[in-house]
């Protein structure tokens, strides 16, 4: 493996720091991208309840029966832990929206 040319001219603590940030990066990577298939198993979960292809429940489209379905996504996903943070970042939305998916999810006894 060849050096990294940014990283190879610093030493002692700067070069620690430096590993230390990249490696940072990487593990929110990781993280980021099991959530995004965490999200991805709960819109096929939901596709085979409802009938609706997955990749229509995560897009932006606002018919109330695929709407429905994205609440039931955000449930799946906040009933297995993941913040209300990650779940709006997951599906392109404020963490307020899912706080009202939850809701309406709530109200409709889903």
């Known amino acids: 493996m ?11 603590p700067e070069l620690r720091k430096a590993v230390e940030r990249q490696r940072s990066a990487d593990a929110a990577q990781a993280l980021a991208e099991h959530r995004m298939s965490r999200a991805m198993s709960a819109a096929k ?22 709407v429905a379905a994205r609440y039931r996504v955000i449930q799946i996903l906040h009933d297995s832990g993941m913040p209300m943070a990650a779940i709006g970042r997951c599906l392109r939305m404020h963490h307020t929206s899912v706080m009202h998916g939850l809701r309406k999810c709530k109200e409709r006894g889903s």
């Open 45 to 66: 979960q939901v596709e085979t309840e409802t009938g609706l292809p997955a990749i229509v429940i995560l897009s932006r489209c606002r018919e109330p029966d695929i």
């Open 2 to 12: 060849k050096p990294c040319r940014v990283l190879s001219g610093m030493v002692g």
